[in-house]
Nanobody, 125 residues
Framework: QVQLVESGGGLVQAGGSLRLSCAASERTFSNYVMGWFRQAPGKERQFVATISRNGGMTYYADSVKGRFTISRDNAKNTVYLQMNSLKPEDTAVYYC??????????????????WGQGTQVTVSS
């Protein structure tokens, strides 16, 4: 069982930037497809971004494409989400997720096996 710990959330003004980090305990971190999801109060969990095992492929939700960048450093067992040009609509709890069986990428249609505890991102207008 891999443990995932998110950090880097906070309160920012619209147009600002924030970088989230997710540290994984698993020694075989590179075996996992990684992703970020978010959930706002009263709304469905939303897929944000995913990255393949070797970092060669990334995919983003249309709502964040061009503003967010997912990356990973397998040597550090860490995945990142760089968020730029933040909007109030981005306000949510952001969750790091890992899955050993997903072929290449996560999506809105999948439920990853492992989740972090979440980190709050609040964007004010």
């Amino acid at each position: 069982q891999v443990q995932l710990v998110e950090s880097g959330g906070g309160l920012v003004q619209a147009g600002g930037s924030l970088r989230l980090s997710c540290a994984a305990s698993e020694r075989t971190f590179s075996n996992y497809v990684m992703g970020w999801f978010r959930q706002a109060p009263g709304k469905e969990r939303q897929f944000v971004a995913t990255i393949s095992r070797n970092g060669g492929m990334t995919y983003y939700a249309d709502s964040v494409k061009g503003r967010f960048t997912i990356s990973r450093d397998n040597a550090k067992n860490t995945v990142y989400l760089q968020m730029n040009s933040l909007k109030p609509e981005d306000t949510a709890v952001y969750y790091c997720a890992a899955d050993p069986s997903t072929s290449q990428a996560m999506s809105q249609r999948v439920t990853p096996r492992y989740w972090g505890q979440g980190t709050q991102v609040t964007v004010s207008s």
